[in-house]
Structure formats: C-alpha cells, structure tokens
C-alpha cells in the first residue's frame, strides 16, 4: 500500500512541475500610467467655431481694436472633421480656422501646398539645438514664395508658455487688415466686413503634433475665449494626432496675465 501511494506521489520520467512562488505583490501597472487630459476629454465639446462676441483681454493686448471687425465672422467658422481623418494627414497639415493652420515642417516645405492654401507667413516652433534649426525650418520655401517665414526657438515648453503673448500677437499683426496692419485694406462703400481673411499662418513643428498644436490651443483659449479642455479637443477635432504637452494642461488657466505692462506670462 504505501508502495502504491509512493507512485502515485512520483513525477512522471522526463517531466516535473513547478510551482510559482511570488516574491512581491502583483501589479498590472496601471495607477502609474498618468491620467493626463486625454483620459478626460468630452467630445461633445466639439463645436464648429462662430465669430466671438467679446475678448477677455484689453484693447491692444494680443490684438488690435480693430482686429475681428477687420477680419469678419467668416474668418472666425470653421467645422470639425473628426470622423474624416485618415492617418496619412499627420503629414499634412489641416486648418484650424480660416486663417490658421497646423502641421508638421514636411508641409511647411510644401511649395505647392503652401501656394495652393494661400499661405502667407510661415511660422516655426523648435528647440536651441544645431540640429533644430536643420530640422525644422521653412524659410526656402518661403523665400521662393515671397512670403514671410520666421522661428520661435523655445528651450522647453514652460519657455514655450511663456512665449505664447508674443506669439500670439505676432500672428494677429500679420493677419489683421485693419489699415495700421495691412496696407491695401480698402472696403467697397458702406462694407467693411471681410468674408474672407487676406494673410494665412501656418505654425509648423517637426512632427506639427506638439508645439504648434499648443500654439493653436492657446490661441482658441486666448481669442475665442476656450477653457484648456475645449480649446484641446476642437483643435484635435481638425488634426487628431496632436497632443498637449503635460505642463500646458497644469498651467493653462493662468497662461496669460492680462495685466502685465509687457505681456509676461505668470
């Protein structure tokens, strides 16, 4: 009998078990995983973008008196294409508002994109490095257009925060065609609304799915008046492959200090 039991008890030839003994307690990983903005988007937040009534921010801060009357309500509609978007656009860049556009440095070196869209200031944003100004510039295209180019060289993206007053600005002297900003800006008698802006921005970065997606969101939040979060998903709602850096997302609501003399962020 306990001869039997004893073979009963005996691992077959040429095999054996093993048992696993846990040395630490188990963890999937994921409560490490940061829940960041993307986690907690509304998509009923897209909208398709009217004209704003009123600016939260003084007269000649991040644009002139002049500027949304000299631009028109046209200028400020755009609709959302969330469901049309393909992968191959990441290459591409897409249209935020009239005027305003997205995308990677590939597009801005475009030259039959950027004639055909009308553009008329190319705008990069990248880093101190040597090899940054290889990558991600623009400024050929640029000159066998005829067009203005230029370069916002940020160290991270809080020096890229506190960069966006000036940035902002920038791209409203340029588009604005208020007569100060835009010397052929005459209107037929007794019309002096736009249906269409004359200058287009385009803001490049090497992917166009980082820096200037956070330019264009701080520039829904700062002349249409967005929260961070609505601001995020209607510019992902036009170029679904852009992301928001993590330090835009904790500084946003105090991105701007309207009444600092000099524009300085806080």
């Known amino acids: 009998m306990e001869e039997q039991n004893l073979n009963q008890g005996a691992a077959t030839p040429g095999s054996h078990e093993t048992s696993y003994i846990p040395t630490q307690p188990y ?3 994921l409560e490490t995983v940061w829940t960041g903005i993307s986690n907690s988007l509304d998509y009923n937040l897209l909208r398709n973008f009217e004209a704003p009534t009123s600016h939260d921010f003084p007269s000649g801060y991040l ?7 000299s631009l028109g309500q046209e200028s400020f509609r755009s609709a959302f294409r969330l469901m049309e ?17 997205i995308g990677p440095t590939s597009s801005a070196r475009d030259l039959d994109f950027v004639k055909r869209e009308g553009i008329t200031y190319l705008l990069g944003i990248r880093g101190p490095l040597p090899y ?7 400024d050929k295209c640029a000159a066998m257009h005829g067009i203005e180019s230029g370069n916002v060289i940020v160290v991270d993206d809080q020096d890229l925060i506190k960069s966006l007053p000036d940035i902002i600005r920038g791209i409203n002297e340029h588009i604005c065609c208020c007569p100060a900003h835009h010397t052929g800006a005459t209107t037929a008698s007794g019309n002096d609304i736009r249906s269409k802006p004359w200058k287009k921005v385009l803001i490049f970065c090497e992917t166009g799915n ?25 510019v992902q709602g036009r170029r679904l492959c852009c992301n928001l850096p993590r330090i835009f997302e904790t500084r946003a609501s105090n991105v701007w200090d309207p009444s600092s003399p000099r524009g300085e962020t806080s």
């Not at 644009?63 to 009357?69: N, P, V």
């Not at 978007?85 to 556009?101: G, K, S, T």
């Not at 940054?132 to 623009?138: G, Q």
Request: charged share 20%; net charge negative.
């Open 27 to 29: 963890c999937s990983g």
């Open 63 to 69: 644009a002139c008196d002049e500027f949304f009357k």
């Open 85 to 101: 978007w393909q992968y191959d656009q990441r290459r591409e860049a897409q249209m935020i508002l009239p005027f305003l556009y």
């Open 132 to 138: 940054h100004a290889r990558i991600v510039d623009a």
């Open 210 to 234: 980082e820096r200037s997606a956070a330019v264009a969101i701080a520039y829904l939040m700062a002349i249409l008046n967005y929260d961070v979060q609505t601001a995020f998903i209607n």
